[in-house]
Structures are given as C-alpha cells and as structure tokens.
C-alpha cells in the first residue's frame, strides 16, 4: 500500500466515523450534543507510526482480569505481544482476545499524550486478523478512545499497566472534548480570544 492510499483509506475512515457518530442512534455522543458535533480531533496522519509486525504469541495465554470504568471487570486472554521500535527505541504491547476462537486482537494503551492531547483512562487498536505474510498491521493512526471518554454510561476496560507506553505516541485519535452550544468559533477556522 502506497503512503497516498494509506491515507486516503485513513482519512475515508476517519469521514465514515464521523457520519456515523453524528447521525446513528447508538452513537456513543450524548444526544443532546449530536446537534452541535462537528468531527472528532485527531492527530495529523503519521507513516512513522504504522508497523507490521509478527505476534508474538504466548505459549499457554493466561487469562487475566482487567478492572473497567465502572468498577466492573472483564477477563482476557494475553494472546500475544508485538515489539516495535520509535526513534531508536524498542516498545513491547501486548495483544488480548476475549475467546481462543476470536480472530481479532484487542489492544489498549497509554502513553503520555494522555490527558494533554488524547483520553486520559488510555486509547485502543483493533487488529483484524494478519496479512498473507503473516504480519499484522499495528497502526496508531487507527488509535481510538473508549466509548466512556464521550459519556459515563459506557463501561470501558482499563489500559493494563504492561501496556503503558513511556513515549508519546502522537496519531490517532484526540481527545473528545465535547461541542460547545451556541459558539460558531469552532465551526471555522476559530480565533483567538
């Protein structure tokens, strides 16, 4: 894939989320703001952070507890682990599946554009299934917040602390930080105050 199409397929993404989180009726946006909701912030599109990489699969996966945001808890696989290197570093996620028989792979993180830029509780990449190379795509651009970083009435499982990242990890998607009613600032190119 040519840095052009990864774009326009990130981009063609980012458009269809947007349509669906404005308009559908399960959209985790508040009703009462889906009115004023103008597209979700992200970070301009960076090649540097998309991988492919090999799963480095666990012998005999344990199964742990991930505590949620609502004090709940859901348990998981530790499938496997994916290493990769940013700027001379290397960095090690691990990757979770609910059942042995799920194909896709859950993996959550944190990393320190929390709380500044991105959702505070960590963001999250789904992973589809590996390429015919047998390589899966590990793409932060494609990073998302939980559904509860729009509304408290989503439960959402906490980022492990082995998946807490020491970099900044800038794609993917911003925080939310909710539409502001009646101010037409944010519509435009803004101004400054």
């Not at 742990?64 to 290397?90: H, K, M, Q, Y």
């Not at 590996?130 to 009435?153: I, T």
């Not at 800038?170 to 803004?190: F, I, L, N, Q, T």
Request: charged share 30%.
């Amino acid at each position: 894939m040519t840095t052009d199409s990864w774009r326009a397929a990130l981009e063609s993404y980012r458009d269809e989320k947007d349509r669906s989180f404005a308009r559908d009726p399960h959209s985790p946006i508040p009703p009462d703001q889906r009115e004023f909701f103008d597209g979700l912030d992200y970070f301009e599109p960076n090649p540097n952070l998309r991988f492919e990489l090999p799963l480095l699969t666990y012998e005999d996966p344990e199964t742990i507890t991930i505590a949620t945001t609502t004090e709940g808890e859901r348990a998981f696989l530790v499938w496997g682990s994916f290493e990769f290197d940013i700027d001379g570093e290397t960095y090690r996620l691990d990757a979770y599946r609910t059942s042995p028989e799920e194909d896709r792979l859950w993996v959550p993180f944190r990393d320190e554009t929390n709380t500044n830029e991105s959702y505070g509780a960590g963001r999250y990449l789904d992973l589809d299934g590996p390429n015919e190379d047998g390589l899966w795509e590990l793409d932060f651009n494609y990073a998302y917040s939980p559904f509860c970083a729009y509304s408290p009435r989503f439960e959402c499982p906490l980022v492990p602390l082995e998946n807490w990242l020491q970099v900044r990890i800038e794609a993917g998607e911003k925080d939310y930080e909710g539409p502001v009613a009646g101010d037409e600032s944010h519509h435009g190119h803004g101004h400054a105050d």
